[in-house]
């Protein structure tokens, strides 16, 4: 378990999440929601203090966390990748497209590249199913993408990024 | 032009009419009018029997009688009870709950408080997956802008009745969508389903008497009072009444939304509405009723649509989604998707339902590569009736239904899995084969620089070779090579 | 905002929103655009287009009531947008584009000619059924 | 109507309204199968999460298959418990569990004491016909308690007992659908978390999945080991207990033939820990008066109610819940810890053999006492006070081991001088038995006149909380009890909050006290065992030629040879303790 030690800042925000949910514990995922929505991400040690807060075990957060995908505990990449798994994308090609952004990216799925510029995630229906096969990259939606494409998307976020390194260079 | 009407909108009558974040433009197209109807004209008693006269049943899938369920609520008696809507819409595929709420929130809003009034509750919960983030932001616009207007909140319309609605966040996981695994998250806990009864009518959020219904359901609630019942059961069929949403997709031409009365056939939706099939490729399968339901074959075209016809055919309603499949899709892959999913999603309280569709997927994943036996088929009936048999809550009980669906109507497809070991519609990868043509071939080296693995060898001008062992199946030399050189077995 | 007191006070605040927006088909009111604007059209570039349209109307002065609106069900043909002219029925064009969009103002508004994409209008509303 | 009448596999029955099929069944003598359902009467502790599915039935007219131990019978119900549509669903689900778990059976810790293995024994299984990927888990081994999840099946016993009766919080469910498991938070061992190895996970376990550490070889070894002296002591509630591992009946006292026994393994001195909670008594109990007397007196300072402090789980409880309360439970040791400290000290020096060569085994009911020996506090030098600790079942074991026909034992008395016991030193194997102990004591002290009785039925009994009051020949003392640490939450969360108007508590951590303890043998969740046990608890004591523990000539003699008096300077070294804040400081 990798330990990362927590700003002062940092519980205090968490604090005050669950002071405005009254720190009850039936607020639990909502407290989640409000903290996982200001940190990317929800790491054991935020946990602990959300324990605290709502006067539960961590145990039972831990068990919420984990049972609900939309939680993690690893924090996401700079670019995060989300492929369409609905059936509407399955059946126009999504776990093509979906092999070839982990092999373009040598990763799998809920892992983040090296150099954190990268994660793929899997979601069920974006509600694009017209555009199907649907994949986001952060807030940007690309409709009907083929695997060939995949590179080109991956090349849009490396190339502006190093543009962006040369500018300021 | 003139295009049949095959459609009508009910639930869907102000989605793409009005502005859904302006009040007004919901109140010129009558919301909040059944409300006050009923707070002003009926007893709770007088409403509960309109909704049942009218026949509406639950459209979150199973069906249930909604007037039944709102004088089960309202019989219980308790110093609180809560109106649930469930709008954790999870069927990968299905996004009817998701429009509604987008396009015209207010009408689901109105019916939560009619319900309110009709089983004795002032307090709403609207449990909505936290992936609608568009559908999310319009519900607290519109419950705001309700409030200010008096139209939620403390003495409705003057009539001495309180309703106030909150909203609660799913956190993706598919089995929230059954009402006790909801009712556990709303209260802060792992989704997982308990055994009924007691039903959340009886015995529901924070131990008190909720009624739960889903987005649609409430959707049409205000028609019901504003035109009647008899207006409403009109349309449909005998025992199904009103309309139905469907989220049309898959491989045909026009994608979308719809609407039709119950008892609208199949064919009508893919043909007429849905405009056929993408690239004139032959029909095979409508699915409907997302991971419970069942695959429907072109013998089913004419049926129509209802609760229990597509129960009959060995599918179910469901929450709406509808996809349609053509040739080139692989029945048994679409079945291992569907157990793909249910397995991501089964929450993992009960044996069946934990190690059974587990252990399902292996043997269907055993027969996509081709190491399927006939004995895998029969294994796969006898586990999924047991599945179904003995699961805890509707997921498990229902996931084996695309397995035994598919094998239902399409044994011919596993069999030629197991028996010749070939996919017909060519999907499952392991058991295509890429070769090339050497008298064909020109040695142009376009598969060759091509192939992501490097599978492809040969010298210019000369034929190449695939290497089987290395080849991934991608299919990218077959599509580049210009002379037609690369066959597909 | 001022509450509302009373089914009658309801019934009045309907027939004045009617009223200032203007009977739908009296040749007296507003063009009235709207534009799909549910996950699926945004998703589409359905943002795009409205601002396309607004500044359009904006540099042409064309008097017009621009809105947003949820989803009419033909996500294949996202983004839609729906054009209803005074004293006609209205039109709903899928497949919109930023030149389509441009098409719509210059040649179906202004010049009142057709133009290509229009979609079928393919169900009856609850007032069409008796 | 209060009652309702069903058939069951054609048997006409009269049940209460709102019976579970599964208790109508058994009404009639049909024993329906269950795995996850365990349901402790007289504990009032119900697991019933409807998981499992074993104990499916068929009822006409229904859908699909009843979960017996979660549907209520209703009138007119037609049952069938064992059709073939039953017994083959039963039978699948088992295969399905077995799928996923170790075929291990041969070689796991619970062989013999599986509730798995007895179901798949019941139902016939003989083939497992799904195979396929199995859940691997890393294993987790703690002081005390030992957690090889791959054997896991999801009963949520443990959750239950962790949560709901000891409300621990330390086990929850984890990820979902195939690869979830019952685990601590983070997945991390339990000595990562604020686990007080009450062991009730341990005792509650259908399966090989939670077990206690086991010490036997270690105890073989030193008793192989010709340098060392090797004395054993065995707790209070060890005797009412072990003959159910030889098919006696429960409640059967065996206490001559553990000591025959022990001796027999090759123990050089067998003594008795009851010795201890007499020794325990003196200091707990002047302690208790020390403080009344002070309170009485009005010194403000004073904190009440004392607390007892014999329970090692509890004590972990407390320094993890209630850190700001560390200085109101009773400084004294636990009896296993006094006769440790002493048995190193005043026998050692009467053997003249070093410290480190004499040896000390505890024979406990308890898997936490295997931790409490490792607290630093309770070494010398790195040299612990008790070196080993094995539970009950971890004795029988080592009994079986040795060959010897425990039911043949004649009955022999225990060594002295560490071996002879009040009846209050018995009784500290029951809730209720060790506050009845003191204040059998503290009585006679405090009003130094002799005990009208000495049974004090006000302190005995089976509910979770209970409250007596005790004249002190006219000065009313009020004591609490609490067994099962979420009953001693409410106790403790009255006294934050002010409430509380009691002198003294007793609490332990397992439901029925020691008797009732994690390293007992498995009840298999029958209560009934439990109260068995303490009666014969009662039985022992009372046969007790002395039944108070400062009447015991033998700790009158070690006061006078080697402590001087209770809480002097040197009880105070060797027989108290302090307690420490446990709770978790997120880094910052």
């Not at chain 2, 009647?228 to 989220?247: D, L, M, N, P, Q």
């Not at chain 3, 989803?71 to 930023?98: H, R, S």
Request: glycine share 10%.
């Amino acid at each position: 378990m990798p330990e990362i030690k927590l700003s002062e800042n940092t519980i205090q925000l968490i604090k005050n999440i669950c002071a405005e949910f009254e720190n009850k514990e039936n607020e639990l995922i909502n407290v989640l929601h409000r903290v996982q929505g200001k940190l990317g991400y929800l790491p054991a040690e935020v946990q602990e203090v959300i324990a605290k807060e709502l006067n539960i075990g961590v145990a039972r957060v831990y068990g919420v966390v984990t049972f609900y995908s939309f939680f993690t505990m690893i924090p996401q990449g700079e670019f995060p990748i989300s492929i369409c798994m609905g059936t509407a994308c399955y059946v126009r090609g999504a776990e093509q497209v979906l092999a070839e952004f982990k092999r373009q990216l040598n990763v799998d799925v809920g892992e983040s590249t090296n150099d954190g510029k990268f994660s793929i995630n899997c979601l069920r229906c974006v509600g694009a199913c017209g555009l199907a096969p649907v994949v986001t990259v952060g807030g940007k939606v690309f409709g009907r993408v083929a695997p060939s494409q995949v590179k080109e998307i991956i090349a849009e976020y490396t190339q502006s990024n190093s543009a962006d390194e040369a500018k300021s260079a | 032009m003139t295009v049949l009407k095959k459609q009508v909108r009910i639930a869907l009558r102000n989605c793409g009419v009005i502005d859904p974040e302006q009040i007004e433009d919901a109140i010129a197209c009558d919301a909040y009018f059944a409300l006050g109807k009923c707070l002003t004209t009926y007893s709770p008693d007088e409403v509960i029997s309109e909704i049942k006269t009218s026949g509406l049943r639950g459209r979150g899938g199973g069906g249930f009688p909604t007037g039944l369920k709102w004088e089960i609520t309202k019989n219980v008696e308790s110093d609180q009870k809560y109106v649930v809507c469930n709008a954790d819409e999870g069927d990968p595929g299905a996004f009817m709950d998701r429009s509604i709420l987008e396009g015209d929130p207010h009408s689901v809003l109105e019916a939560m408080a009619i319900c309110g009034y009709c089983i004795g509750a002032n307090t709403g919960l609207i449990y909505i997956r936290a992936e609608y983030p568009l559908a999310i932001q319009r519900l607290k616009i519109a419950i705001k802008q309700a409030e200010e207007y008096g139209l939620l909140g403390d003495d409705i319309l003057g009539s001495g009745f309180d309703f106030k609605i909150e909203m609660r966040y799913g956190a993706g996981a598919f089995v929230c969508g059954e009402e006790t695994a909801l009712i556990h998250s709303m209260e802060g806990l792992r989704g997982e389903p308990t055994v009924k009864p007691p039903f959340p009518s009886v015995s529901g959020y924070l131990g008190k008497p909720t009624n739960v219904n889903n987005v649609e359901t409430f959707a049409n609630i205000p028609v019901i009072i504003n035109k009647g019942a008899k207006w409403f059961s009109r349309i449909g069929t005998e025992k199904s009444k009103g309309t139905k949403v469907f989220a049309l997709a898959g491989k045909i031409n026009n994608v979308g939304l719809i609407e039709v009365p119950m008892g609208t056939t199949l064919r009508e939706v893919v043909y007429e509405i849905g405009g056929g099939i993408v690239n004139g490729k032959k029909f095979k399968s409508v699915q409907t009723g997302g991971p419970s339901g069942g695959c429907l074959t072109k013998d089913f075209l004419d049926t129509p649509i209802d609760y229990d016809n597509l129960v009959a055919a060995g599918s179910m309603m469901g929450s709406g989604g509808m996809i349609v499949m053509d040739e080139d899709d692989c029945m048994v892959s679409i079945a291992k998707f569907y157990l793909e999913f249910t397995l991501e999603e089964s929450c993992g309280k009960c044996n069946p339902c934990r190690i059974g569709n587990k252990r399902l997927h292996e043997i269907l994943t055993k027969i996509t590569e081709g190491n399927g036996t006939v004995e895998d088929i029969e294994r796969l009936k006898e586990l999924s009736d047991v599945i179904k048999d003995t699961s805890l809550c509707g997921l498990g009980q229902s996931s084996p239904n695309p397995v035994l669906s598919t094998i239902a109507n399409f044994e011919d497809e596993y069999m030629a899995h197991v028996k010749e070991g070939k996919c017909p519609a060519g999907q499952c990868k392991s058991l295509l084969r890429y070769d090339i043509v050497e008298d064909l071939c020109t040695g142009c080296t376009l598969c060759f620089r091509n192939c992501p693995v490097g599978a492809i060898t040969g010298e210019r001008r000369l034929p190449h070779f695939i290497d089987q062992s290395l080849c991934i199946k991608c299919g990218v030399c077959f599509e580049k090579c210009k002379f037609d050189a690369i066959t597909l077995t | 905002m001022t509450k509302i007191k009373s089914f009658d006070e309801l019934r009045k605040i309907k027939a004045k929103i009617i009223k200032t927006s203007g009977e739908a088909n009296s040749p007296n009111s507003l063009i009235k655009i709207k534009v799909g604007m549910a996950t699926c059209g945004i998703a589409s570039g359905a943002g795009e287009i409205m601002q396309v349209l607004v500044e359009e109307c904006e540099r042409q002065a064309i008097d017009v009531t621009i809105k947003q609106t949820g989803c009419l069900g033909y996500c294949y043909a996202e983004p839609m947008v729906e054009v209803q002219i005074p004293g006609a029925e209205p039109v709903v064009f899928g497949y919109v584009d930023k030149n389509r969009a441009l098409e719509i103002i210059g040649k179906f508004i202004l010049q009142r000619k057709p133009i290509e994409g229009v979609i079928p209008v393919s169900f009856k509303t609850i007032n069409e059924l008796n | 109507m209060d009652t309702i009448n069903l058939t069951i596999d054609n048997k006409t029955i009269e049940v209460k309204k709102g019976t579970s099929i599964l208790d109508a069944a058994a009404e009639v003598g049909i024993e329906i199968p269950t795995l996850c359902h365990m349901k402790l009467h007289d504990l009032n502790i119900e697991n019933k999460p409807g998981g499992c599915r074993i104990c499916v039935v068929e009822v006409e007219g229904r859908r699909n298959l009843a979960p017996a131990c979660c549907t209520d019978a209703h009138d007119g119900m037609e049952i069938s418990t064992h059709s073939l549509r039953v017994v083959n669903a039963r039978r699948t689900v088992m295969e399905l569990i077995l799928s996923d778990h170790p075929f291990e059976c041969l070689i796991c810790a619970k062989s013999g004491n599986c509730d798995l293995q007895d179901m798949a024994h019941q139902l016939g299984i003989r083939e497992v016909h799904y195979k396929g990927e199995q859940s691997h888990y890393r294993a987790d081994t703690s002081p005390a308690i030992i957690r090889e999840i791959d054997k896991c099946i999801m009963c949520r016993r443990c959750e239950t007992m962790c949560n709901d009766v000891q409300t621990v919080g330390v086990l929850s469910a984890i990820n979902r659908g195939f690869n979830s498991v019952v685990s601590p938070a983070f997945e991390m061992n339990l000595d990562h978390s604020e686990c007080t190895y009450c062991g009730q996970c341990v005792a509650v376990c259908p399966t090989g999945a939670l077990t206690e550490v086991d010490e036997t070889g270690k105890v073989i070894r030193a008793l192989a080991d010709p340098t060392k002296t090797v004395v054993v002591q065995t707790a209070p509630a060890v005797r009412a207990a072990l003959g159910e591992e030889f098919g006696l009946e429960p409640g059967t006292l065996v206490t001559g033939k553990l000591v025959a026994a022990l001796r027999r393994l090759g123990f050089n001195h067998v003594f008795d820990t009851d010795f201890a909670a007499d020794l325990t008594i003196m200091e707990e109990g002047t302690e208790l008066l020390n403080r009344l007397n002070r309170f009485l007196s009005g010194d403000k300072d004073v904190k009440l109610p004392i607390l007892t402090s014999c329970c090692p789980a509890w004590v972990k409880f407390f320094e993890h819940q209630f850190p700001d309360m560390k200085d109101i439970p009773s400084t004294a040791r636990s009896p296993m810890q006094m006769f440790g400290a002493i048995a190193k000290t005043y026998f050692a020096e009467k053997l003249a053999v070093k410290r480190e060569d004499l040896v000390v085994v505890s024979i406990m009911p308890c898997v936490a006492k295997k931790y409490e020996r490792g607290r630093d506090e309770f070494k010398v030098n790195g040299n612990p006070d008790v070196d080993h600790v094995i539970t009950t079942r971890e004795l029988a074991a080592l009994i079986k081991l040795s060959n010897i026909d425990f039911n043949a034992l004649p009955n022999e008395e225990f060594d002295n001088p560490l071996g002879e016991s009040s009846g209050a030193g018995v009784i500290f194997g029951t809730t209720g038995g060790v506050i009845e102990a003191a204040v059998r004591t503290a009585y006679e002290i405090q009003t130094k006149k002799e005990l009208p009785r000495l049974d004090f039925d006000e302190l005995r009994g089976m509910e979770g909380i209970r409250e007596a009051t005790i004249d002190f020949d006219g000065l009313p003392i009020k004591i609490g009890i609490a067994h099962g640490l979420g009953n001693a939450r409410k106790l403790l969360e009255d006294i934050q909050a002010g409430k509380s108007e009691f002198h003294a508590i007793e609490i332990m951590s397992c439901p029925g006290g020691c008797i009732g303890g994690g390293g007992q043998p498995y009840h298999h969740g029958d209560a009934s065992i439990l109260k068995k046990r303490q009666m014969a608890i009662y039985r022992e004591d009372s046969n007790k030629a002395i039944r108070k523990s400062h009447e015991n000539p033998y700790i009158i003699n070690l006061y006078k040879e080697f402590l001087g008096e209770p809480m002097s300077e040197k009880a105070h070294h060797l027989l108290h303790t302090q307690y420490f804040d446990r709770t978790e400081k997120v880094k910052i």
